[in-house]
């Protein structure tokens, strides 16, 4: 007969059995989680803005394969990939294999849990990856602008949705994935490298003219911010990037600006600020819908990676800190640095706010707060201060400045009014009355003489 005993040394197996097979079936990363590049926006910025995180034409990856109302581009997708395997001698087995071999590093690069099969997550990222591939060389090659569905000019809507889809942090595919599938086929000896077609394909965004050797993105999201850094030009530079200092406040564009402060178009045109003395320098921001999902997309990015160090994050902080107002957003139109494209200012205004409420602290690098710090110091200056408070109280508006020049005007004549009339009545002496007479000049030699 079994005692108590007997039953909880039951238990204790069978606990040990369910823990071993528990574990059997679990599979490692073969990344650490620091390498984990493709999130789901955290909670903050997708509760703010839910539809700048969510695909309108096309799934790329497991985070968006189930929204129904992505379905009717997945026939298009089968066809693109069946002209790219038209393009090889290859056949679907090859590329099979390839992505066993790859199955856990695909996998280890998503930050959530992916709830496919093998088979059918491998059958989604070989769909995915040819389509992607076949869409980028037939931009590449320049001879479907008139036949290819997403290409054509007449839909021309279509593509820039594509544009969109393409560079959401939740749509992603790893960037060494198209890259292994495209070399698999050879291609590459055809057409060169694929991250040289991806660069044409996104020249619009390389504003620094960065060439294709020298990067290597995670994705294409990651890609296009890299396109928007600034450069790195010393190793003081990289060090300034991991420092952290805190701004407790910032004046605005409209303050500066009475201040005496110069609003310039920079340059260069990727995401920075540059201070020069009593002179701000800012790219053109130009806000169109793509440049609303793009900043959106790699603020959230750059939240769930700390070693990129919040670049973008901290340079939408900074535009935000200049333009709390509508008053302000016109100051940066006027002087060409904003272009407005999504309608009337306050969608710009809207932008910079709902984002800068997103970042968590006001914390800037070296570099800008130094400029945070130099904008400061010159609005504090007292002679500007004083330059501030005549624009301010006596020439802020028309009317004020007619009314200020007429006042000055007014007590400058009637100073020289009262000087004139001070001169007037004042008593005068004639130079006859007053100089002794010839005859009494005489009297006195006489008495002289004598």
Not at 80 to 90: E, I, M, N, P, S
Not at 296 to 315: D, F, G, K, M, R
Request: aromatic share 12%.
């Amino acid at each position: 007969m079994e005692g108590p005993s007997s039953g909880l040394r039951n238990e204790e197996q069978n606990l040990k059995t369910e823990l071993t097979n528990m574990l059997q079936a679990v599979v490692l990363p073969e990344c650490p989680a620091l390498e984990q590049c493709i999130h789901k926006a955290p909670r903050v910025f997708r509760e703010s803005n839910p539809q700048v995180y969510t695909p309108v034409i096309v799934s790329i990856g497991p985070f968006h394969k189930e929204n129904s109302a992505l379905k009717p581009m997945e026939e298009l997708k089968l066809q693109y990939l069946k002209a790219f395997l038209g393009r090889t001698t290859l056949c679907v087995d090859d590329f099979v294999v390839k992505l066993e071999e790859l199955e856990n590093k695909i996998r280890s690069c998503y930050a959530e849990p992916i709830n496919y099969g093998s088979n059918d997550f491998l059958k989604m990222i070989l769909i995915d990856a040819g389509f992607i591939i076949e869409h980028f060389l037939r931009f590449y090659e320049g001879n479907w602008f008139q036949t290819d569905p997403l290409l054509s000019e007449n839909r021309w809507l279509a593509h820039n949705d594509l544009l969109r889809d393409f560079i959401l942090l939740e749509n992603q595919l790893p960037y060494f994935v198209l890259e292994d599938i495209y070399n698999l086929t050879g291609m590459n000896l055809q057409f060169g490298s694929f991250l040289e077609i991806t660069f044409r394909y996104f020249r619009f965004m390389n504003v620094r003219k960065i060439n294709f050797r020298t990067v290597y993105p995670k994705h294409f999201l990651d890609l296009l911010r890299i396109f928007q850094l600034p450069p790195i030009r010393s190793t003081s530079d990289l060090e300034a990037l991991k420092e952290s200092h805190h701004v407790n406040h910032h004046y605005s564009a409209s303050q500066l600006l009475d201040a005496g402060l110069k609003f310039t178009v920079h340059p260069t045109g990727y995401s920075e600020l540059e201070y020069r003395e009593g002179e701000l320098l800012m790219a053109p921001i130009y806000v169109s819908e793509f440049l609303v999902t793009f900043y959106w997309n790699t603020v959230a990015y750059e939240s769930c990676h700390e070693e990129l160090h919040s670049i973008i994050s901290q340079y939408i902080r900074m535009v935000e800190f200049l333009i709390p107002t509508l008053k302000d957003v016109n100051i940066l139109r006027d002087k060409k640095i904003v272009a407005n494209w999504v309608g009337d200012n306050d969608a710009v205004l809207k932008l910079f706010t709902n984002l800068g409420s997103c970042i968590s602290k006001p914390h800037f690098h070296s570099m800008n707060f130094s400029i945070c710090k130099s904008l400061n110091d010159f609005y504090e200056n007292p002679c500007n201060q004083y330059k501030a408070t005549l624009r301010r109280d006596y020439f802020n508006t028309p009317w004020k400045i007619t009314s200020t020049t007429a006042a000055t005007v007014l007590l400058l004549l009637t100073l020289i009014q009262a000087v004139y009339v001070s001169f007037a009545t004042s008593p005068k002496k004639s130079f006859l009355s007053t100089s002794p007479s010839t005859s009494d000049v005489d009297v006195h030699l006489c008495k002289e003489f004598r």
